[in-house]
Each structure stands twice: as C-alpha cells, then as structure tokens.
C-alpha cells in the first residue's frame, strides 16, 4: 500500500501502524508508551540525546572506556562543538561489577571536586566488542542518586536479555530491534523518560514535529501530519523525513513468532533468554577447550560478564612473538582475521584486538545449536595456524605495493 496509494498510507495507515507498534515494543519493554518511539538505529538515538542537550561550560559526559566507537566519536564532536567536557573512565576487562561503580562514582566526585557539573553518564547494557554485560541497572540507579542524566546505549539488549523499563527508570534508553528481536534493519526503540522529554526538542534530522520557540511578530509554522492525540515527544517521532517505516512495523510479528519458541520447560521470551544464555555459556567452553592451551574466555570472578549471549574467547596467539609488540601490527593481523573469515570461510565470528590479546566474540542465536560452534571452533583452529605461519603478513605486504 506505502507505494500503490502512498498519500493514504503516509498520512492515515502509517499513523496508524506506528502507534500500534510502539504500544506493542512499549508493553514489552514494561514501559508507558509515550515513553517509546521509533529511530533507525541505537547510534542516532545516543546522537539524539547528546546533540539536543544544551551543555554550559562546566558540564560534563561520563562515559566508560568500552563504549561503542560511534558513539565516543559523538562525544568527541559533542566536545569540539559546545562548552562541554568529556570524563572517560578506564578500565581492562575482566573487572567486576562492583569495580565499575566504584568507578563511576569516583569519577562523579573527581568532576564535582573540579567545580563542574557530572551531566550524563552514557554506558551500555552489553558491550560490543568485548561483548560482556555491564552493571547497567546499578549505574542506573547510581545516576539518579547522584543528579547525573543516564544515557543507556542498549544496542544489543531487546531481544537478548530481559528488560523492564518501568523499573530501571533511565533518562534516555535506545536499543536496535532489527538485532536481537529479529526485525529487518534500521529499527530500533527510543525511549526517552517523561521527566527528560522536554529535552528533546528536535529529532535528527529536524522535522515536521519541532516547535520553534515564540518570535514576536512570526506566524507558527505549521505541521502538515496529520493530528493525533499525541504528546509533543510522540509527535516529533512521528515522521522524521522520507524514509521506509516498514522496518519498525514488523515489530508485532517478530514477537509473535518469538512468543511461539519451546526450550525445556520454557517458552517465548523466557525461551529465548534462557537458550541464548545455556547456549553462550556452552559456545564459550566449547571454542576455548578446542583451541587448547593459551585459549581463555573472558570473564570475572562473579561471571556477571557472561550474563549475556555472547562469550568473548581469547584466540591461543602471542601477540609478541607475532608482531613483537607492534600494536600497528596487530591491528594489521586482526583486519586479516576478519577478511580471511568472511571470504574465505564464509562466516563473520567478531574478532578483536584487545589489551595486546587476539580475542573473538561468539554470538549464540535461537537458530544456532553447540554443532554450529563446533564447527567455528575448527575455523579458529585452521585461522590461528595461518596466522602463526605470518600468512597475514603477506596480505599486508600485498596491500602496501
């Protein structure tokens, strides 16, 4: 319909669709669904946050060394264009939960000691690469009580791990549904605190729903969507430029489809938590014992780090003896692992070089079983002995002439 009658669609089916599914993602996610709206992708909606934000000299974003390369890019060009400052506190994992607190809070009090403001603190419910779990529901509470604005990049949350929003009470939380909920890409949830909302005056890119504030003498400039019940927040989403919507409509179905799933004694969500987390745990020993001695699964005492489904293993590499020490050479022999799997194994297993180590992240998916990570393990194998034979090098060797 979106392209046979494309007038009838923007203006009265689209509305309409969009606001059944964010009630459905909003009754998911345990959260009033005037809290929640649609943008393409968890990055522009920390770009959302950080860039409506009107930050005084003084003001400062907290943020953790793990934090995505986009969004700290963000924070950079946040920096260089407003009167904000950026704090990051460093870390190498493993550490534990409680060290990340302490850490946060210490960095609130270093800041305030400073004479200036801790304004937002951004930090993820599971990283990227590594991909481990973060204490995101203590820092959350710790925001509050400290008077910072929390910025939760969920990126790889929905779908993966239980959420309710409801309680965790964030300021600002963005999560992609096209990851983990198995919806197509670009879609993802915003949501955006009630308290916090008056913040958001302007969606990325400016559209129809901003308010322009009063200039004497100047006509309102109207909005020619069509009118809903709405609140301003829900009507700035509501349509953000030309693009293709349909992503975010698939978000009922995906949740259908998930709600149908059996594991053991188990079924929909709690189904495909449960799964994700035995298989995870179960990928994690299986790569690392088959990579045998100098293999190791990243993760601390409390194997909070796991809680997640993805297992990040160290790859049996000496990064010395491979590149004596040169990190310019280890991010040459990283690029060849991940070219070497993609065209030449046919499979995309996340490899990262991390703290002078060689590590890969394993992702367990409900249509993935321990066979699948059997098979990877012996991938790894063959790639390690490559690399240990300097087959990289000659790729780089290639690249330079």
Request: glycine share 6%.
């Amino acid at each position: 319909m979106s392209e046979a009658r494309p007038c009838e669609y923007q203006f009265f089916t689209r509305t309409s669709l969009l606001k059944q599914q964010r009630g459905i993602i909003a009754q998911y996610l345990k959260a009033p669904v005037g809290n929640c709206v649609f943008v393409q992708n968890a990055t522009t909606g920390v770009n959302t946050v950080l860039r409506n934000i009107v930050f005084k000299p003084g003001d400062v974003i907290i943020y953790f060394a793990t934090i995505y390369g986009s969004c700290e890019k963000t924070i950079s060009y946040i920096t260089e264009t407003t009167p904000a400052e950026s704090r990051k506190i460093s870390y190498t994992y493993p550490v534990s939960d409680d060290f990340l607190c302490s850490a946060f809070e210490s960095a609130v009090d270093d800041v305030r000691a400073q004479g200036k403001n801790p304004r937002i603190c951004t930090f993820d419910t599971i990283t990227s690469m590594p991909g481990v779990r973060m204490p995101f529901e203590r820092l959350t509470a710790l925001c509050r009580q400290h008077g910072v604005l929390s910025l939760i990049d969920g990126a790889h949350s929905v779908g993966q791990i239980p959420l309710d929003l409801g309680t965790l009470d964030p300021d600002f939380f963005v999560s992609n549904c096209h990851k983990w909920l198995f919806t197509p890409r670009g879609s993802a949830i915003f949501y955006v605190a009630e308290r916090s909302q008056a913040l958001m005056r302007s969606t990325l890119p400016t559209s129809h729903g901003f308010v322009p504030l009063p200039t004497p003498g100047a006509p309102p400039i109207a909005n020619p969507m069509t009118k809903t019940d709405e609140n301003a927040f829900e009507t700035q989403f509501a349509f953000v430029g030309t693009m293709d919507m349909n992503t975010y409509f698939c978000v009922g179905a995906a949740l259908e489809w998930r709600g149908k799933l059996r594991w053991r004694d188990h079924a929909g969500e709690d189904a495909v938590h449960n799964y994700l987390q035995h298989l995870a745990r179960r990928a994690g020993d299986i790569v690392s014992t088959a990579l045998g001695p100098g293999a190791a699964i990243l993760e601390n005492e409390e194997r909070t780090l796991g809680r997640c489904a993805f297992a990040t293993v160290r790859l049996p590499l000496d990064y010395q003896q491979l590149t004596g020490g040169d990190s310019a050479l280890g991010y040459q022999c990283w690029d060849w692992i991940r070219n070497t799997l993609i065209h030449e194994y046919k499979t995309f297993i996340p490899p990262v070089f991390y703290n002078g180590s060689f590590w890969v992240r394993l992702s367990a998916q409900v249509y993935l079983d321990e066979d699948d990570f059997v098979w990877g393990a012996n991938v790894l194998k063959e790639i390690c002995k490559r690399a240990q034979k300097g087959e990289w090098k000659k790729e780089a060797a290639v690249a330079k002439i």
